[in-house]
């Protein structure tokens, strides 16, 4: 059959076009994600290597066609890090700066990329040394670099495949360093047995404003086994209350200056599950166990510490349990005369047994002991108000109609009279209650004073308040309000202290 010749042409060219595209599309740009493998690219220098190239002072220009390749260990998808994102290979970590933002589409964690460093600078941002397009000028002197423009950035850098091996490596603090060329900066690391210092607990990631400065720390050696976790307060996490436990943390190390710092890519990074280290401040929960009552006395204070469960607190609020108390120097070994004045929790003769005049000779040999604590003015941490005897049930479950019995206990001399200490009993449930509730108290009110010698017994039901509950309770002697009257503060303990149940 002839075949008509407009008919053929036209399918000739249909062909060749169709023939033409193919071929386009097959001309792959460095800046294409691949599709499988890697990029037609190689590195030719290690970051190490290339880092070392600067030294101090003003940023240096790189002239040469480097090549490195790394794998993209933080972006900024959770809004912690902007601007920039932090590269590793074998040999350390650098940090790339970019201009816009959700950098994470495109250099998403785990994403292998090449970074052609002809044409960009090498600085510094108080010792985290960085990539960037250009020299920031009023800070040259301080190795400060431009954010790289986002119309250069496929230029330079080179997409590699998606979910590269990203392991942390284990380190301790002491590890790390601020020299300019530590190996572990801008790498992924793991720190293992940390939770966050007592004082942070009631803290969110974040501050209302500004960047949350955190400080987390290892149940050895905490004051020197810590470091600052940097949270900027716009990240998605900002507002969340910080991890209670203890536990593994993973994130991207830096420093700033003098000061290590710790920043995660989210809140998954912090893997705080444990129990929290033992401390003066208290540990562990309230074991009650199947058969009531369950009775907590401090008579092996000074051997043993605070028993399990019970915790002290300095500025606890309605809403917040507190931070962790300060302890008269540092510890419970010692007694602690009922006259001594300064600012703590303090192991006291128990006034069971004793008379307003045992002197200090007679109490430091009592085996009847007491928890105490002097309340003085220091703003903020002096206790006046938000000093708290608390206790942390795990659960009541099983259990109904909860009890608590205790002894509260004024230990001071009969002198001349000073301020008054308003006390209550409330109650707060899960591990990091937002609100509390109080309760009402046999006798109702309940109080201690300068200059005056008591020990009386206190009685709280809980009703049904606490019936067979699954999740963390706590429980706390608290003075929610500032001490009235003049003159000094009293000293306070509780002793025999008695849960009771159904």
């Keep these: 059959m002839k075949m008509n010749k407009r008919y053929n042409w036209l399918t000739l060219g249909l062909i060749a076009g169709v023939l033409v595209l193919a071929a386009g599309s097959c001309q792959k740009k460095f800046t294409d994600p691949p599709v499988t493998g890697e990029p037609d690219i190689v590195a030719n220098i290690t970051i190490k290597d290339v880092k070392a190239r600067y030294v101090s002072g003003a940023p240096v220009a790189?002239?040469?066609?480097a090549v490195i390749e790394g794998v993209v260990s933080c972006d900024d998808r959770s809004g912690n890090y902007y601007q920039q994102i932090a590269i590793q290979d074998s040999?350390?970590?650098?940090?790339?700066?970019?201009?816009?933002?959700?950098?994470?589409?495109?250099?998403?964690?785990?994403?292998?990329?090449?970074?052609?460093?002809?044409g960009l600078y090498l600085g510094q941002y108080a010792g985290t040394l960085q990539f960037g397009g250009g020299i920031d000028s009023p800070y040259i002197s301080q190795g400060g670099v431009?954010?790289?423009?986002?119309?250069?950035?496929?230029?330079?850098?080179?997409?590699?495949?998606?979910?590269?091996?990203?392991?942390?490596?284990?380190?301790?603090?002491?590890?790390?360093?601020?020299?300019?060329?530590?190996?572990?900066?801008s790498t992924l690391i793991k720190l293992e047995g940390f939770e966050f210092a007592s004082g942070e607990l009631s803290?969110?990631?974040?501050?209302?404003?500004?960047?949350?400065?955190?400080?987390?720390?290892?149940?050895?050696?905490?004051?020197?086994?810590?470091?600052?976790?940097?949270?900027?307060?716009?990240?998605?996490?900002?507002?969340l209350r910080v991890a209670q436990g203890n536990g593994d943390i993973i994130g991207?190390?830096?420093?700033?200056g003098s000061t290590k710092q710790f920043t995660i890519r989210d809140t998954t990074d912090v893997r705080f599950y444990g129990t929290r280290c033992p401390s003066a401040g208290g540990n562990g929960t309230v074991n009650l166990g199947a058969t009531s009552p369950f009775t907590i006395n401090f008579d092996n204070i000074a051997t043993s510490g605070l028993p399990a469960g019970v915790y002290i607190k300095q500025d606890a609020t309605s809403g917040e349990l507190g931070n962790e108390g300060t302890v008269y120097n540092g510890n419970f070994n010692n007694g602690t005369a009922w006259n001594q004045t300064s600012l703590g929790f303090k192991n006291f003769?128990?006034?069971?047994?004793?008379?307003?005049?045992?002197?200090?000779?007679?109490?430091?040999?009592?085996?009847?002991?007491?928890?105490?604590?002097?309340?003085?003015?220091?703003?903020?941490?002096?206790?006046?108000?938000?000093?708290?005897?608390?206790?942390?049930?795990?659960?009541?479950t099983g259990k109904t109609n909860l009890q608590l019995e205790f002894k509260l206990q004024s230990l001071d001399a009969p002198a001349t009279a000073g301020r008054t200490t308003t006390w209550r009993v409330d109650y707060g449930i899960g591990a990091a209650p937002a609100t509390f509730t109080t309760v009402t108290t046999a006798p109702a009110i309940l109080t201690t004073t300068l200059g005056t010698f008591a020990n009386n017994t206190v009685t709280v039901n809980?009703?049904?308040?606490?019936?067979?509950?699954?999740?963390?309770?706590w429980i706390r002697i608290v003075t929610l309000t500032g001490?009235?009257?003049?003159?000094?503060?009293?000293?306070?303990?509780?002793?025999?202290?008695?849960?009771?149940?159904?």
Excluded: M
């Excluded at 007679?362 to 903020?380: E, P, S, W």
């Excluded at 000093?387 to 795990?394: H, K, V």
């Excluded at 001490?483 to 159904?502: C, E, M, Q």
């Design 62 to 65: 790189i002239t040469d066609d």
């Design 91 to 118: 040999t350390g970590g650098v940090l790339l700066r970019l201009a816009g933002s959700n950098h994470f589409n495109n250099y998403p964690v785990g994403r292998k990329v090449f970074v052609k460093l002809k």
């Design 146 to 185: 431009t954010l790289l423009a986002n119309n250069l950035q496929d230029e330079h850098i080179i997409k590699g495949p998606l979910n590269q091996p990203l392991v942390p490596q284990v380190v301790n603090v002491s590890q790390l360093t601020t020299n300019l060329q530590d190996k572990y900066v």
């Design 203 to 239: 803290k969110n990631y974040a501050d209302d404003g500004q960047s949350g400065n955190r400080i987390i720390q290892g149940c050895t050696s905490p004051t020197t086994n810590r470091i600052t976790l940097r949270t900027s307060n716009y990240c998605n996490f900002a507002t």
């Design 252 to 256: 991207v190390y830096s420093f700033f």
């Design 349 to 396: 003769a128990s006034a069971t047994g004793l008379t307003s005049s045992a002197s200090s000779t007679v109490q430091n040999a009592a085996t009847n002991r007491a928890l105490g604590f002097r309340q003085t003015g220091t703003a903020g941490v002096g206790g006046d108000p938000g000093a708290a005897f608390a206790f942390q049930l795990p659960n009541t």
């Design 462 to 473: 809980f009703g049904a308040a606490l019936n067979n509950l699954s999740q963390p309770v």
């Design 483 to 502: 001490t009235s009257g003049g003159g000094s503060r009293p000293s306070t303990a509780i002793d025999d202290v008695k849960f009771t149940w159904n």
